[in-house]
């Protein structure tokens, strides 16, 4: 699935994944390809600038570490990106409710 396809909803995938606890970038990329099926299959280049404009936003804390003489960033889902989530998923739910009555059966 290409990048142009989640328009609108990289973000929320983001604070998902970051739910379950603090990841490095690298992480958090394998862990939408797992829980996609590796369907999602994104570029740093789309997910890191994602990451750093969810930080900017409060959403996402990070912090630098050394990992075997490697830095790397770790990142972990705030407050404020909690309350996001929660309202990115009430209107995924809406959404895709709306949606579905179109594209999820034939017309009667």
Do not use: C
């Amino acid at each position: 699935m290409k990048a142009q396809a989640l328009h609108g909803h990289l973000d929320a995938l983001l604070l998902s994944v970051l739910e379950g606890g603090p990841l490095h970038g690298y992480a958090v990329i394998e862990a939408l390809k797992a829980r996609s099926g590796g369907s999602l299959n994104l570029p740093t280049g789309t997910v890191y600038p994602a990451l750093r404009r969810l930080e900017r936003a409060g959403f996402v804390d990070s912090t630098w570490s050394t990992v075997n003489g490697r830095e790397r960033r770790t990142y972990e889902l705030t407050g404020p990106g909690r309350r996001a989530l929660a309202g990115e998923r009430a209107s995924w739910t809406e959404f895709s409710s709306t949606v579905g009555r179109f594209l999820g059966a034939e017309p009667s």
